[in-house]
């Protein structure tokens, strides 16, 4: 008998970045962090168990086989699922995503999120949303936020049970309401970077003399970010948004040998966003293990910092994108 399970999830943008692991077999984080779900940016996969098959997994990611190495990943990610739900069969995996792999768009945020539900249900489990937090992050630390929809907090935990992730929910006695978010992409390369996130962080934690400090500076961003959230208060969040991530790319920048993502454009697009605000949109950009910036806004005013994006970026594609729900199942056959 087969058993197959369809599901989605879409991608998330950090605010509050998560950047290095206090347990690398478990993908425990050194911070906690924020993200935004985003809509649009959705990644399907499908999972199939055959029982009584043997052999190896089969992954395809957007029609091709991917490298041994990514293959080698997912199959290690099903043993979980396979251990958890006493199955010895393998799977079949077909992924298809709508953003770039390996561009700095959380590209594995959403795949694992999605192969996370698809996987279990598939599996014959019904996990509840703070267990399937867990069992994404051990695919991708940062597919653990891509299972919710909306802002969520990723809790960093000190153990496989206290490392999860939760919506967080706003109070709506705010005079003005919580802020009405909107994310501009900035699509400036689709190149797969040249160093993964996972080597990066090793190596920014281990040699770089900014990142202690980064990770003390990120348990006050996040305090500031989500009182600014409760509040209601766009600049305050944006600001902090910003310092964060430039926090988190300096300190790559210092490490041995320095990890750079950015490029020319990428300072272009960093330039073009302060121009804006100095304008008086507003306005901030964040930039996550890569060359793309996204620019957060106001949902008001995503169509016209979208525009101005455009207009001031020749031959970049600007996506504009709002919240997002969560992960979903979209089919499930025996």
């Known amino acids: ?26 993908t425990i984080p050194t911070t906690s962090s924020l993200s935004l779900t985003l809509g649009g940016t959705r990644t399907t996969t499908t999972v199939s168990f055959e029982e009584g098959a043997r052999g190896a997994d089969t992954v395809t ?3 091709v086989r991917p490298s041994p190495a990514q293959v080698a990943r997912v199959s290690r990610f099903l043993d979980l699922v396979r251990h958890r739900a006493g199955l010895t069969a393998p799977a079949t995996v077909h992924s298809s995503s709508t953003v770039p792999l390996a561009a700095g768009l959380a590209s594995s945020a959403a795949g694992f999120a999605a192969l996370a539900l698809a996987a279990s249900r598939a599996a014959g489990m019904e996990l509840d949303a703070r267990a399937l937090t867990r069992l994404a992050r051990r695919g991708s630390g940062s597919a653990a936020r891509s299972v919710l929809g909306g802002l969520v907090l990723w809790n960093a935990g000190k153990d496989d049970e206290t490392s999860y992730a939760e919506q967080v929910v706003l109070p709506t006695a705010q005079p003005d309401g919580p802020p ?3 994310m501009a992409v900035m699509v400036l390369t689709q190149e797969r970077k040249e160093i993964s996130s996972t080597a990066a962080m090793r190596a920014t934690m281990g040699s ?10 990120s348990a006050v961003d996040l305090r500031e970010a989500l009182a600014a959230l409760r509040s209601g208060d766009l600049p305050r969040l944006g600001e902090v948004v910003e310092a964060n991530a430039l926090g988190m790319h300096a300190a790559m920048m210092a490490s041995r040998p320095a990890i750079m993502y950015w490029t020319p454009r990428t300072l272009e697009a960093l330039r073009a966003i302060a121009a804006l605000r100095h304008e008086g949109m507003p ?3 964040t930039i996550d293990a890569g060359a793309n910036v996204k620019a957060l806004t106001s949902g008001a005013c995503g169509e016209r910092v979208a525009a101005a994006l455009r207009e001031r970026l020749p031959g970049v594609s600007v996506w504009l994108r709002r919240p997002g729900g969560a992960a979903r199942i979209e089919g499930v056959t025996r």
Not at 208 to 217: D, I, R
């Open 283 to 285: 306005v901030w950009a």
């Open 208 to 217: 770089s003399p900014l990142y202690p400090a980064w990770v003390e500076s």
């Open 61 to 63: 990611i957007d029609g």
């Open 180 to 182: 009405d978010l909107a």
């Open 1 to 26: 008998m087969t058993r197959t399970a369809t599901a989605s999830a879409n991608t998330n943008i950090a605010l509050i970045k998560y950047w290095g692991k206090a347990d690398e077999a478990l």
